[in-house]
């Protein structure tokens, strides 16, 4: 069982920054992927970025330049730095950790934290 717990989301102006963190805990594989997803009202579930264990990140193009990932393995921890922030960053985002057995793959997810930029 894998744990994962996100903070640091809130209410800011556009142009504004902020620091989203997601605390891992439980078991967790040393080859495995760790990612921010985010949901807006009336949409899908998209992915902003992800941070694989071997050290390969991928940012969705309307994030790049603009947001950073990065992975603390030492204390099972992953953040995303949101600069610039735009109305349609707005949505909930949500920590994500992907990894695999010789038997199965394993999919966790986060409670979410709300971004909002707004005006």
């Known amino acids: 069982q894998v744990q994962l717990v996100e903070s640091g989301g809130g209410l800011v102006l556009p142009g504004e920054s902020l620091r989203l963190s997601c605390a891992a805990s439980g078991n967790i594989f040393s080859v495995n992927t760790m990612a921010w997803y985010r949901q807006a009202p009336g949409k899908q579930r998209d992915l902003v970025a992800s941070f694989t264990s071997d050290g390969n990140m991928y940012y969705a193009d309307s994030v790049k330049g603009r947001f950073t990932i990065s992975r603390d393995n030492a204390r099972k921890t992953v953040t995303l730095r949101m600069n610039s922030l735009t109305p349609e960053d707005t949505a909930v985002y949500y920590c994500?950790?992907?990894?695999?057995?010789?038997?199965?793959?394993?999919?966790?997810w986060g409670q979410g934290t709300q971004v909002t930029v707004s005006i």
């Open positions: 994500n950790l992907r990894q695999r057995n010789a038997l199965r793959a394993y999919n966790y």
